[in-house]
């Protein structure tokens, strides 16, 4: 049975966003549509809200769960790093608020046919859009060691070097396509561990964020999302690891920063005007009535900026 979708730290995004009834918004991040209907009921009965996704099936699913609400509700089939584009292309006025929920849905956890879980013995896909881009069993079938040393050490992988090697050899005779034979890989590498974190955590979130360009797409929607906020609007971001949480939290201290010249240069010289006001200077997190009730919840950190000029 698939698990319940459980949006994450849903009371502190509503607060976060601060929306008024009759207010538009953006969701970058549909996934299971909790957040969604928490900010259509919010901003009811006639705020507007464009809903992206890069996954079809959520967008499907989430227009299956908010069919009450379609007349307010555009469902975009695309990555939120293009959110200023559609912004102009459908007109969308005087957004007021935009939340990127950067976690995946227990949807995408359970299917077989994407991977997203060491878990589940399935296809080795993690593309949150299965038609564009290369595979994660094709990636590790194909990128030089060289690039997988740094797809591993960069997701916070601490055997990165020795699972590079080992995924090169293996290749050779056995190519990699399910979860099962990267898992008996890493766990042959690796072994069983003593800590809390299993020894294919680290494993999964390298290759998800190496197969999505996880990281790139956050650095450029944040930029958008600032773009086409109104004053006043709020920009919400849940991450939930911490390349994620440092990307944000770069991009909210220099956006709210109005000279980014070096301490030596004594006179500004880069122009720069900062376009947010820091809401939270440090994340909020999962209280332990949350975690108790959702424990993939454990890891999340929300920030908050409302754009000024």
Known sequence: MEPPHVPVLLSEVISGLNLSPGQHAIDGTVGGGGHTLAILQATGPGGKLLAFDRDPAALEGARQQLKDYLPRLTFINDSYSKLS??????????????????????????????????????????????????????????????????????????????L??????????????????????????????????????????????????????????????????????????????????????NFFRR??????????????RCGHQRTLKLITRKPLVPNPVELARNPRARSAKLRIAERLI
Request: glycine fraction near 8%; hydrophobic fraction near 40%.
């Open 85 to 162: 584009l559609y912004v102009e292309r459908y007109g969308f006025p005087d957004v007021a608020g935009v939340l990127l929920d950067l976690g995946f849905s227990s949807a995408q956890l359970a299917d077989k046919s994407r991977g997203f879980s060491f878990q589940i013995s399935g296809l080795l896909d993690l593309r949150y859009q299965p038609a564009e881009g290369s595979s994660a069993a094709e990636l590790l079938n194909t990128a030089s060691r060289a690039t997988l040393e740094q797809i591993f050490r960069e997701g916070g992988e601490p055997a990165w070097r020795r």
């Open 164 to 249: 590079a090697e080992a995924i090169v050899e293996e290749r050779r005779a056995h190519p990699f396509a399910t979860t099962t034979g990267l898992l008996d890989l890493v766990m042959k590498v690796k072994g069983r561990g003593h800590r809390s974190l299993h020894p294919a955590t680290l494993v999964w979130q390298a290759l998800r964020l190496a197969v999505n360009q996880e990281l790139s797409e956050l650095e450029e929607g944040l930029a958008a999302a600032v773009r086409v906020l109104s004053p006043g609007g709020r920009l919400v971001v849940i991450s939930f690891h911490s390349g994620e949480d440092r990307v944000v939290k």
């Open 255 to 268: 956006e709210a920063r109005d000279c980014l010249c070096p301490p030596n240069v004594p006179i500004c």
